[in-house]
Nanobody, 127 residues
Framework: QVQFVESGGGLVQPGGSLRLSCAAS????????VGWFRQAPGKEREGVAC????????SYGDSVKGRFTISLDSAKNMVYLQMNSLKPEDTAVYYC????????????????????WGQGTQVTVFS
């Protein structure tokens, strides 16, 4: 079965950190770019970060630049999102997905290029 499984979400205070993990099964990440997305209640899903299939190119949304880091471990078929200096506005369900059309996606790559969405992991930042 082709799927992503996200984990690592939770409750954290402002300024805290979380590391999200995304495990791919049924396909190999080395052939696809990957993106992290998030959706807050009442808001549209937005791109957070993306990484190339080789892991050498990354791109971030303006709201997370300098705070979040996306990384890829091809040997483990895993993608990670290190989130530092978290803010209440980072509260959302976070998803990963693979870009089936580009090996080097950017934040300009449209969401319809992504597939194999995971079930998401909840991140809540509260004081």
């Amino acid at each position: 079965q082709v799927q992503f499984v996200e984990s690592g979400g939770g409750l954290v205070q402002p300024g805290g950190s979380l590391r999200l993990s995304c495990a791919a099964s049924g396909f190999f990440l080395q052939y696809y770019g990957v993106g992290w997305f998030r959706q807050a209640p009442g808001k549209e899903r937005e791109g957070v970060a993306c990484i190339s299939s080789s892991g050498d190119s990354t791109s971030y949304g303006d709201s997370v630049k300098g705070r979040f880091t996306i990384s890829l471990d091809s040997a483990k078929n895993m993608v990670y999102l290190q989130m530092n200096s978290l803010k209440p506005e980072d509260t959302a369900v976070y998803y990963c997905a693979t870009n089936l059309m580009r090996t080097r996606p950017t934040m300009m790559s449209p969401q319809y290029e992504y597939d194999y969405w995971g079930q998401g992991t909840q991140v809540t930042v509260f004081s």
